[in-house]
């Protein structure tokens, strides 16, 4: 399977890093992911022949990880925090506006792959609450109005 | 390793530093529940069945994962830790079924006992069970997800202990679930291990599972029918309308040779013992066809014309093939029937390793055969040839854990990418058939190098290997049939130059190593001892004719020209097996011993239907040389033991029978103390029982009677009677006996069996078929890595 140059510098930068091949393994996954969008079987059986792995452990390893996916994603995944902090400040209606604005629920995926939802346990952002997360990207302090403002924002991006 | 002193429940302790706080409590008769340890597996710490109090720890801590320190003191029961494995027990039954009416492991599941021990009779827990469906991954293993409790055995036995890898843990937490390595279905060894390890009904077996409730099977344990390397086995049995029906194969009893292991055939192959295509009547060919007939008329035919033949054509007009599989007594007895009461040497059977060309290495050399113990302890082992992972599944088995938890090193020559190179120190690929010249290499003779060089492995690299090899000590070196004859002994030189070097040769099928040891040779009696040099056999056997008689081959050319005017043929399938044109056996009177309609057996004039290995009593002798018990188990109404067939022939042909078997009383004289070496065999015998304290046998059909001649007159049986009878092996040694002898090389005809063949008896197994079959279906397996 053929990655980026800049993947497999990376990659072969990363074997350095630690005395076993299978170290590396989780951050392969989530580099091979940003690439390629999701773990493909391909992608698993290229990541396990280079690491010496089974394909099982590979698959072990990726269902243990939420943010590991087997299954395609929208080129945007929203990623609604619920968690404690959250949830004390609106989190839930949050998601929920979500659900209905995009008309999909948790690990769903809009019919044109611009957007997935997730339901997510705490991102760290407590202090800034309710957080969401866009793909790598923080929102923090939302409101219903903000999220719509950066779904917009989101959409607009992409059919630029 | 100094011995650290601790107390448990008040008492005092003293165990090895690094022994784990549960191993230690085990070995004063203190038990603490445990579900996912399990010995020599990895450390898991995942059930916390095993907590115990520490003094000076906070919290409770888990007894498997604690290794034991100077002064500790530990409390294994007290309030506190009852209540905290109640808890544990309790959130184990959260989502299990608890369907133990209906669960193949009820009466004797590890979960079951501990609700016994611990359950409450009510549960916090108030969530719906998670359901799935049982799901079948092979012919030989099926899952039943909602019994899992999640310890990980199974995962790790098969990937630590099998070097399989395909047993995997997805998703985390309460989601966790056991998955197999094909997403639906599993390719890999179907060992079973992954079952017999379940401490609960997860994981259970096709041939097995719905069949029978523990409690209403008979255990017996016996030895494994079919590869060399002799696994204990326990086989449970239960009443049939035919006699006892072997319906489990386990190794619930670990004290054998095999520890925890059972490979498929041991395990589950046993069902070819009820086949439906099992002979259990006598057959004479009448008017051309095989026509049931009863024992009475089959034994008088036989006597009667094997009787004329003899008288008229001489002993040499008769052949006999024994065979690979049947007892150490029935091996003895056949040749000493042919010998004696056919007046004929012509006795062979398949020979598939070349142990007389071992024996006669190693005269002189004592104690320098390994026993399967001493491989999983050797320091370091050099394989040569063979593929034990597929034709020693034990014996793989042994190599791979030496290397993992003694750190062995290995090293490993062979002409194919063996599976066992991932475990070897040094793995070197040979061209096929320059096994002779690296053993020609070793022993020290320079020029053989040159065949071996290639472009990976320069000279230089070849002769460092060498030396390495010849700094080892305690090495191991085991070969396979691809070494005979002359290489045997160049093997053998280079050996001695090692100190405390032992040595296994690979033979195939069950006994063949004791076939071989109890002289089914034309030209070697029991113990390797020559025809024509006899020594004592010479006093003994008086009335035996006095050249050595044919090989298979030559007894077929014999055949072929008329010469040869009877066939015996006890155990074996020539014609199947070894592709012998059935036209040799069409002028010639045939009897033919068997389990089934053979090849061999649907041309003979006379077959009788014998009992498998698992339907008697006697001796194995596994390729290592160690002597084990072999306990009759099932049983099948009509058919007979070899044993028993044998003496009923001598018996028809007139032959005194106390003489071929030395049973019962008043066939002595004065116990032979006044006639000292003028005695005759008979006083001979008594005094020698009397000397081990053993009585004589009262049955001319006990093989017990025969093992006391073996034990007398075959050097290297000279074992403990006391460990044998009580199941517990016995390393026989090869050094002392007989000369031995060297053999054309062509004689040996390897069986080729993997793990999923087991020569005429793998054809005749359900489950064996089953998952040849099933492999058929799937693209062939890419092997997987080592952890
Ligand atoms: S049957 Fe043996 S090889 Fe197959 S999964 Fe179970 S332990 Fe592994
Ligand atoms: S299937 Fe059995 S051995 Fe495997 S994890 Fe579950 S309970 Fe343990
Ligand atoms: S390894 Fe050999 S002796 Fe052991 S169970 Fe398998 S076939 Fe039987
Ligand atoms: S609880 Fe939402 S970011 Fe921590
Ligand atoms: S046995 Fe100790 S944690 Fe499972």
Redesign the pocket.
């Given at each position: 399977m053929k990655f980026s140059d800049q993947f497999e510098q990376r990659f072969a930068e990363m074997l350095t890093h630690y005395p076993t091949k299978r170290s590396v393994l989780v951050p392969t996954l989530l580099f091979v992911q940003d690439e390629v969008g999701y773990l493909s079987d391909e992608v698993i059986e290229e990541i396990a022949q280079r690491l010496d792995l089974t394909e099982l452990e590979v698959r072990n390893v990726i269902s243990y990880y939420s943010m590991l996916t087997t299954r395609p994603r929208g080129k945007y995944n929203v990623q609604v925090c619920t968690n404690i902090a959250c949830l004390l400040r609106g989190g839930e209606e949050l998601l929920e506006h979500c659900e209905t604005k995009l008309g999909i629920g948790h690990k769903g995926t809009t019919a044109d792959g611009l957007f997935s939802l997730e339901e997510v346990e705490c991102i760290g952002a407590c202090s800034w609450a309710p957080a969401a997360q866009v793909n790598y990207d923080f929102h923090e302090n939302l409101t219903v109005h903000k999220m719509d403002k950066v779904l917009d924002e989101y959409k607009k991006r992409a059919t630029q | 390793m100094a011995d650290v002193n601790i107390t448990i429940d008040g008492k005092k302790v003293a165990a090895p530093a690094g022994t784990l706080l549960?191993e230690a409590c085990k070995n004063v008769g203190i038990e603490v529940p445990?579900?996912?340890?399990y010995p020599n597996l990895s450390l898991?710490?995942?059930?916390?069945?095993?907590l115990v109090k520490v003094e000076k720890m906070p919290k409770l801590q888990?007894?498997?994962?604690t290794v034991i320190s100077e002064g500790m003191i530990v409390t294994t029961n007290s309030d506190e830790i009852h209540q905290a494995r109640k808890s544990m027990v309790e959130l184990l039954l959260g989502n299990h079924p608890l369907d133990c009416p209906v669960c193949d492991a009820g009466g004797e599941c590890e979960l079951q006992d501990m609700a016994f021990s611990y359950g409450a009779a009510e549960s916090k827990y108030m969530e719906p069970k998670n359901h799935k469906e049982e799901q079948q991954w092979s012919p030989v293993v099926y899952f039943d997800r909602p019994r899992c409790i999640l310890?990980y055995r199974c995962v790790r036995v098969c990937g630590e202990g099998m070097d399989v890898w395909a047993l995997g843990v997805q998703n985390r937490g309460v989601s966790s679930i056991i998955a197999p390595n094909r997403e639906d279905h599993l390719q890999c060894e179907e060992c079973g291990m992954c079952i017999d390890i379940c401490p609960v009904g997860a994981l259970t077996s096709g041939a097995y599972r719905y069949k029978t409730r523990p409690w209403e099977m008979k255990h017996v344990g016996t030895t494994c029918t079919h590869c060399a390397d002799g696994c204990k086995t326990t086989l449970a049995v239960r009443r049939a309308d035919t006699g006892m029906e072997i319906v489990r194969g386990d190794n619930r009893d670990k004290s054998g040779i095999n520890g925890d292991f059972l490979c498929i055939k041991g395990r589950y192959a046993f069902d070819f013992a009820h086949h439906a295509e099992r002979l259990a009547q006598p057959l004479i060919r009448k008017e051309g066809r095989l026509t049931p007939s009863t024992w009475e008329e089959a034994f008088e035919l036989i006597g009667r014309r094997f009787t004329e033949i003899r008288d008229r054509d001489g002993g040499q007009a008769i052949g006999v093939v024994g065979s690979n599989r049947t007892t150490n007594e029935e091996s003895y007895l056949l040749q000493k029937f042919s010998r004696l009461v056919l007046q004929t040497h012509n006795i062979d059977h398949h020979r598939t390793a070349d142990f007389p060309a071992f024996a006669a290495a190693l005269s002189g050399k004592p104690d320098s055969t390994a026993s399967m113990r001493d491989v999983f302890n050797a320091p370091a082992i050099l394989l040569i040839g063979s593929d034990p992972t597929e034709q020693h599944p034990l014996l793989a088995w042994q190599i791979r854990n030496n290397v993992r938890l003694h750190r062995a090193r290995l090293y490993v020559f062979n002409s194919q990418a063996i599976k066992l190179r991932r475990q070897a120190t040094a793995f070197m690929q040979i061209s096929a058939g320059m096994e002779g010249k690296l053993a020609a290499f070793l022993s020290g003779e320079e020029s053989s190098v040159e065949a071996l060089v290639s472009q990976a492995i320069s000279r230089d690299a070849w002769i460092a290997l060498r030396d390495k090899l010849r700094s080892e000590q305690g090495l191991v070196i085991i070969f396979g049939s691809e070494l005979r004859g002359s290489d045997i002994s160049s093997l053998v030189k280079f050996g001695s130059g090692i100190k405390e070097a032992k040595f296994v040769c690979l033979g195939d099928y069950s006994n063949s190593r004791g076939a071989a040891d109890m002289g089914l040779y034309p030209d070697l009696l029991p113990g390797y001892h020559r025809v024509t040099d006899a020594g004592k056999f010479h006093d003994h056997w008086v009335a035996m004719p006095q050249a050595a008689g044919l090989t298979l081959p030559a007894m077929v050319d014999s055949a072929t020209a008329g010469k040869l005017k009877g066939w015996y043929v006890v155990g074996a399938n020539p014609i199947g097996r070894l592709a012998i044109d059935p036209f040799a056996f069409s002028r010639s009177f045939v009897v033919a011993q068997d389990m089934f309609l053979t090849e061999t057996a649907v041309i003979a004039d006379v077959v009788l239907p014998a009992a498998n290995a698992y339907e008697k009593s006697g001796t194995f002798t596994n390729t290592c040389g160690d002597l084990q018990l072999v306990k009759k188990a099932g049983e099948l109404t009509g058919t007979k033991s070899d044993f028993e067939i044998i003496v009923r022939i001598a018996d028809a042909m007139g032959y005194d029978i106390g003489k071929l078997v030395p049973f019962g009383r008043g066939i002595t004289a004065d116990m032979g103390q006044s006639r000292g070496a003028q005695s005759g065999e008979a006083d001979r015998h008594a005094v020698w029982l009397e000397a081990h304290g053993l009585e004589p046998k009262m049955s001319p059909f006990d093989p017990m009677a025969i093992l006391d001649e073996i034990q007398r007159l075959v050097l290297g049986y000279e074992v403990s009677r006391m460990d044998l009878l009580a199941g517990n092996d016995q390393h026989t040694t090869l050094s002392g006996g007989g000369g031995g002898a060297l053999h054309d090389p062509n004689l040996i005809v390897p069986a080729h069996d993997d793990l999923f063949s087991s020569g005429t008896l793998g054809r005749y197994s359900r489950i064996l078929n089953s998952v040849i079959e099933n492999r058929h279906k799937q693209p062939e397996e890419t092997e997987v890595a080592a952890d």
């Amino acid at each position: 399977m053929k990655f980026s140059d800049q993947f497999e510098q990376r990659f072969a930068e990363m074997l350095t890093h630690y005395p076993t091949k299978r170290s590396v393994l989780v951050p392969t996954l989530l580099f091979v992911q940003d690439e390629v969008g999701y773990l493909s079987d391909e992608v698993i059986e290229e990541i396990a022949q280079r690491l010496d792995l089974t394909e099982l452990e590979v698959r072990n390893v990726i269902s243990y990880y939420s943010m590991l996916t087997t299954r395609p994603r929208g080129k945007y995944n929203v990623q609604v925090c619920t968690n404690i902090a959250c949830l004390l400040r609106g989190g839930e209606e949050l998601l929920e506006h979500c659900e209905t604005k995009l008309g999909i629920g948790h690990k769903g995926t809009t019919a044109d792959g611009l957007f997935s939802l997730e339901e997510v346990e705490c991102i760290g952002a407590c202090s800034w609450a309710p957080a969401a997360q866009v793909n790598y990207d923080f929102h923090e302090n939302l409101t219903v109005h903000k999220m719509d403002k950066v779904l917009d924002e989101y959409k607009k991006r992409a059919t630029q | 390793m100094a011995d650290v002193n601790i107390t448990i429940d008040g008492k005092k302790v003293a165990a090895p530093a690094g022994t784990l706080l549960i191993e230690a409590c085990k070995n004063v008769g203190i038990e603490v529940p445990s579900f996912c340890y399990y010995p020599n597996l990895s450390l898991q710490g995942a059930c916390r069945m095993c907590l115990v109090k520490v003094e000076k720890m906070p919290k409770l801590q888990t007894a498997c994962t604690t290794v034991i320190s100077e002064g500790m003191i530990v409390t294994t029961n007290s309030d506190e830790i009852h209540q905290a494995r109640k808890s544990m027990v309790e959130l184990l039954l959260g989502n299990h079924p608890l369907d133990c009416p209906v669960c193949d492991a009820g009466g004797e599941c590890e979960l079951q006992d501990m609700a016994f021990s611990y359950g409450a009779a009510e549960s916090k827990y108030m969530e719906p069970k998670n359901h799935k469906e049982e799901q079948q991954w092979s012919p030989v293993v099926y899952f039943d997800r909602p019994r899992c409790i999640l310890c990980y055995r199974c995962v790790r036995v098969c990937g630590e202990g099998m070097d399989v890898w395909a047993l995997g843990v997805q998703n985390r937490g309460v989601s966790s679930i056991i998955a197999p390595n094909r997403e639906d279905h599993l390719q890999c060894e179907e060992c079973g291990m992954c079952i017999d390890i379940c401490p609960v009904g997860a994981l259970t077996s096709g041939a097995y599972r719905y069949k029978t409730r523990p409690w209403e099977m008979k255990h017996v344990g016996t030895t494994c029918t079919h590869c060399a390397d002799g696994c204990k086995t326990t086989l449970a049995v239960r009443r049939a309308d035919t006699g006892m029906e072997i319906v489990r194969g386990d190794n619930r009893d670990k004290s054998g040779i095999n520890g925890d292991f059972l490979c498929i055939k041991g395990r589950y192959a046993f069902d070819f013992a009820h086949h439906a295509e099992r002979l259990a009547q006598p057959l004479i060919r009448k008017e051309g066809r095989l026509t049931p007939s009863t024992w009475e008329e089959a034994f008088e035919l036989i006597g009667r014309r094997f009787t004329e033949i003899r008288d008229r054509d001489g002993g040499q007009a008769i052949g006999v093939v024994g065979s690979n599989r049947t007892t150490n007594e029935e091996s003895y007895l056949l040749q000493k029937f042919s010998r004696l009461v056919l007046q004929t040497h012509n006795i062979d059977h398949h020979r598939t390793a070349d142990f007389p060309a071992f024996a006669a290495a190693l005269s002189g050399k004592p104690d320098s055969t390994a026993s399967m113990r001493d491989v999983f302890n050797a320091p370091a082992i050099l394989l040569i040839g063979s593929d034990p992972t597929e034709q020693h599944p034990l014996l793989a088995w042994q190599i791979r854990n030496n290397v993992r938890l003694h750190r062995a090193r290995l090293y490993v020559f062979n002409s194919q990418a063996i599976k066992l190179r991932r475990q070897a120190t040094a793995f070197m690929q040979i061209s096929a058939g320059m096994e002779g010249k690296l053993a020609a290499f070793l022993s020290g003779e320079e020029s053989s190098v040159e065949a071996l060089v290639s472009q990976a492995i320069s000279r230089d690299a070849w002769i460092a290997l060498r030396d390495k090899l010849r700094s080892e000590q305690g090495l191991v070196i085991i070969f396979g049939s691809e070494l005979r004859g002359s290489d045997i002994s160049s093997l053998v030189k280079f050996g001695s130059g090692i100190k405390e070097a032992k040595f296994v040769c690979l033979g195939d099928y069950s006994n063949s190593r004791g076939a071989a040891d109890m002289g089914l040779y034309p030209d070697l009696l029991p113990g390797y001892h020559r025809v024509t040099d006899a020594g004592k056999f010479h006093d003994h056997w008086v009335a035996m004719p006095q050249a050595a008689g044919l090989t298979l081959p030559a007894m077929v050319d014999s055949a072929t020209a008329g010469k040869l005017k009877g066939w015996y043929v006890v155990g074996a399938n020539p014609i199947g097996r070894l592709a012998i044109d059935p036209f040799a056996f069409s002028r010639s009177f045939v009897v033919a011993q068997d389990m089934f309609l053979t090849e061999t057996a649907v041309i003979a004039d006379v077959v009788l239907p014998a009992a498998n290995a698992y339907e008697k009593s006697g001796t194995f002798t596994n390729t290592c040389g160690d002597l084990q018990l072999v306990k009759k188990a099932g049983e099948l109404t009509g058919t007979k033991s070899d044993f028993e067939i044998i003496v009923r022939i001598a018996d028809a042909m007139g032959y005194d029978i106390g003489k071929l078997v030395p049973f019962g009383r008043g066939i002595t004289a004065d116990m032979g103390q006044s006639r000292g070496a003028q005695s005759g065999e008979a006083d001979r015998h008594a005094v020698w029982l009397e000397a081990h304290g053993l009585e004589p046998k009262m049955s001319p059909f006990d093989p017990m009677a025969i093992l006391d001649e073996i034990q007398r007159l075959v050097l290297g049986y000279e074992v403990s009677r006391m460990d044998l009878l009580a199941g517990n092996d016995q390393h026989t040694t090869l050094s002392g006996g007989g000369g031995g002898a060297l053999h054309d090389p062509n004689l040996i005809v390897p069986a080729h069996d993997d793990l999923f063949s087991s020569g005429t008896l793998g054809r005749y197994s359900r489950i064996l078929n089953s998952v040849i079959e099933n492999r058929h279906k799937q693209p062939e397996e890419t092997e997987v890595a080592a952890d």
